[in-house]
């Protein structure tokens, strides 16, 4: 069966019909290493018929500091972005949990790629479905991965470029091969970073503890409004500091966090049971205000959420 895909992609500044958003075979080698990206999602409420994008301008303000970082130029501002995704999801019929995936690559990179001025840029925006795990009982076990972590003088890790991946690609094929779920990282100073595509956090002696920006993070959006819902919601005292693999042996709860990952509860890390070994009260209690939120029901964080009607549209 051939796979299912949106009327439209985003490309060459219009919405183009799927079908003709192709490029020459030839572009593939180069083109995908300074490009950057963004993964934003938007969810469903069926109730309401609006679909809810979880803090668009956070994801394209990134978007912005991952091209200049990168030194692509980017033809558009935040706000004209945001119109185009809200265009986009409405003409795709989004009426289900969806991701959007904006992606800024170097024009000509064959010819280009070390060249710091003549690169032009390309965007395309896609969307897919993509269901919500929140409210599931899904869980990981997760390993401390033999690769180290990528720091800002090799690359960066605070921006979303594409070439950043083949690092956790590498350590996620590791732990996986010895049957774990998820790979943890250290940065090169022992302490530990991140997962391939998710922040850490855990909690011990009643505190949230999470490696500070410069423990060689992508700084994510969702491990921000984490902190903000623990101090403000859940009234936890949060700590952003280095932290060692030993203390996650001994936490009583572990989770990831991210736009695809959510909150995903870790239940056991390097084979130590993550306190009881199950998904424990604080985690769950921070995935049921997060998805409130993300599904329009908290309107104390509406600041976050950029609300899409769609009961005018049909499939
Ligand atoms: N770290 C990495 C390497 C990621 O790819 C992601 C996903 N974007 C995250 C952390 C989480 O970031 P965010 O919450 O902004 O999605």
């Not at 985003?10 to 290493?33: G, K, R, Y």
Request: glycine share 6%; net charge negative.
């Amino acid at each position: 069966m051939a796979e299912q895909h949106p009327t439209y992609i985003f490309w060459n500044n219009e919405l183009t019909p799927w079908e003709d958003a192709t490029v020459h075979v030839t572009s593939i080698a180069w083109s995908a290493l300074g490009a950057v990206f963004e993964g934003i999602r938007g969810y469903w409420n069926a109730e309401q018929e609006q679909l809810h994008v979880f803090r668009i301008t956070e994801h394209l303000d990134r978007l912005q500091s991952s091209t200049k970082l990168v030194r692509l130029p980017l033809a558009y501002t935040t706000a004209e972005l945001t119109d185009v995704i809200v265009r986009l999801l409405r003409e795709n019929v989004c009426r289900e949990d969806t991701y959007v995936f904006p992606l800024v690559y170097g024009a000509d990179a064959e010819v280009n790629r070390f060249d710091p001025n003549a690169l032009a840029s390309e965007l395309t925006i896609r969307t897919k479905p993509m269901p919500s795990r929140l409210g599931s009982d899904f869980q990981q076990h997760a390993r401390v991965s033999t690769w180290t972590r990528i720091s800002d003088n090799v690359m960066p890790p605070r921006i979303k470029n594409i070439s950043n991946y083949r690092n956790g690609q590498l350590a996620t094929h590791e732990v996986r091969n010895d049957g774990y779920d998820v790979a943890f990282m250290l940065n090169p100073y022992g302490k530990i970073s991140e997962a391939p595509g998710a922040c850490i956090a855990h909690l011990a002696k009643g505190k949230l503890i999470t490696p500070d920006v410069t423990s060689g993070i992508l700084e994510s959006i969702t491990r921000e409004a984490v902190i903000t819902l623990a101090r403000e919601e859940l009234g936890l005292e949060v700590v952003e500091r280095a932290v060692d693999r030993t203390e996650l042996y001994l936490a009583d709860e572990v989770f990831t966090c991210g736009t695809a990952a959510e909150i995903t509860p870790i239940v056991s890390v390097d084979k130590y049971p993550v306190g009881a070994g199950r998904i424990g009260p604080v985690t769950r209690q921070i995935q049921q205000s997060l998805e409130d939120i993300m599904r329009g029901r908290n309107s104390q964080y509406a600041r976050w959420v950029t609300t899409i009607d769609m009961a005018l549209t049909t499939a």
